[in-house]
């Protein structure tokens, strides 16, 4: 097994980061705001319980958020929600508290200090985030793994792990169709595996895999375990108990809960209105002249797409091709001679995606959600990926989390990074949250102002 030195102690230095952060800004608030107490010793040592309390309830709320649970694979979107979550808790509990107590260190100006303090606390986060990434792409803290018996779903994972350098991993390859037990312990011994990844759907006998079990626990090897990509059982279901007995539960979506809904309704409507009458009313009399001007052709593109449960709804975007008959089904390739020179400045920037701000007030489509496909995508792909309909039990989106994370299926290896992007369209719909939909529209924002260099 990999000897790990390092980082055991990466976390305890986060979190003392931190907490020197908090005791920073509001040890600052308080002098400034009480300077008459500056020097007054019992004033600062009732305070000092005041600060380790503090200290207690960011801790204890960690433990709800689990901003230090912080795994290699953790993507900059879900660390931004984690933090948000956390902070706002946090300040909601400080300002509980100063009004409980009417202790005067809880009672600064408590804006002010919000502000402060949530910047502080971003900016080292977010330092040290990008720093523990781009050390780990340059092979330093790195996590030295393996595979047995490659298929469709390691063939994916690979992938990923073999584009994404910042999570740190480095694949030994173990190319042997034959088991034997001493080579295998061998080869761990000598590349200091630290995790082996083995998927469910294998040719191993139960006996075989019974022992490579067996052997990886006693080395101190870990194992992961790869479903099958053509499989859904996974999403379906959730591990519960009764008493000490496991049973699997059919899983509850958080976008089925009536609440959950109408937040995420509410938030559609009211953000609509402000982009269709704040931006929309200025900025599509202008892109419909310069696409009249431009080339020949109606100013909007609507296409039919499957939307919520698989209804077929009417997506409208502007216009970025040439009028052609593959519009509806041929995707978009690198370098298309189909888009106008106009259309591919839409593109990059997203501004053909404007008018479906139309289909979010009418309930087709919803701010953030899984991007809807051509209707001979779905049909191409629904039979070849199991959880693939698991895209439509949520509203479809303007954006999505594989959007903001440069997942759009149509570069590179297509079957591979289909994959990949209806793997992020699950993930979304399993863990939704109102926090998580906030952190993709910022990023969706900054891609729109930087331009996306994914898009085609």
């Not at 469910?200 to 479903?227: C, G």
């Not at 100013?299 to 593959?326: A, L, P, S, W």
Request: aromatic share 16%; glycine share 4%.
């Amino acid at each position: 097994m990999q000897r790990i030195r390092y980082s055991r102690y990466l976390k305890s230095i986060i979190i003392l980061l931190d907490l020197l952060v908090i005791a920073s800004i509001f040890i600052f608030f308080f002098v400034t705001r009480n300077q008459n107490l500056t020097y007054n010793k019992e004033t600062w040592y009732q305070n000092s319980f005041s600060l380790i309390l503090l200290f207690l309830f960011w801790m204890l709320l960690s433990s709800r958020t689990r901003i230090y649970n912080i795994p290699r694979n953790l993507t900059y979107t879900l660390f931004l929600e984690r933090i948000l979550i956390h902070f706002l808790l946090f300040i909601l509990g400080v300002l509980l508290i100063g009004k409980v107590s009417y202790n005067v260190f809880f009672n600064s100006d408590i804006y002010w200090l919000s502000f402060y303090l949530f910047f502080f606390i971003f900016l080292v986060r977010s330092m040290i985030f990008f720093g523990i990434k781009y050390a780990r792409s340059l092979g330093i803290n790195h996590r030295n793994i393996m595979f047995l018996h490659e298929n469709s779903s390691t063939d994916v994972l690979k992938n990923i792990l073999t584009e994404r350098k910042d999570y740190g991993y480095k694949i030994f390859e173990y190319k042997k169709d034959e088991i034997k037990i001493d080579e295998l312990i061998e080869f761990w011994k000598k590349n200091g595996i630290h995790t082996l990844f083995i998927p469910l759907e294998n040719t191993y006998t139960p006996s075989t895999e019974k022992e490579i079990f067996r052997l990886a626990e006693a080395n101190k090897v870990h194992i992961s375990l790869i479903p099958s990509i053509t499989q859904s059982d996974f999403f379906l279901y959730d591990m519960g108990y009764i008493q000490t007995q496991p049973v699997l539960n059919q899983v509850k979506y958080p976008l089925e809960f009536y609440s959950n809904f109408l937040l995420k309704r509410g938030f559609d409507i009211v953000f609509s209105v402000i982009i269709i009458l704040g931006i929309c009313s200025w900025l599509f009399p202008i892109i419909a002249i310069v696409i009249k001007m431009t080339s020949k052709g109606p100013v909007f593109f609507i296409q039919e797409r499957y939307g919520f449960h698989e209804e077929v709804f009417k997506c409208i975007k502007f216009r970025t091709m040439v009028v052609n008959d593959q519009s509806a089904t041929k995707t978009t390739a690198e370098n298309d001679i189909r888009i106008t020179p106009f259309g591919k400045f839409l593109r990059k920037t997203s501004l053909d995606e404007m008018p479906q701000f139309i289909n979010v007030l009418k309930g087709d489509m919803s701010i953030v959600g899984p991007r809807p496909h051509m209707l001979a995508v779905d049909n191409y792909y629904k039979p070849k990926i199991g959880r693939y309909s698991l895209r439509s039990v949520v509203t479809p989106g303007i954006t999505g989390l594989a959007q903001v994370n440069g997942l759009r299926g149509d570069a590179g290896n297509v079957e591979v990074e289909m994959n990949k992007r209806v793997l992020a369209d699950a993930f979304y719909v399993r863990n939704w949250s109102f926090m998580l939909d906030l952190v993709i529209v910022l990023k969706t924002i900054l891609l729109v102002i930087g331009g996306d260099k994914n898009a085609k």
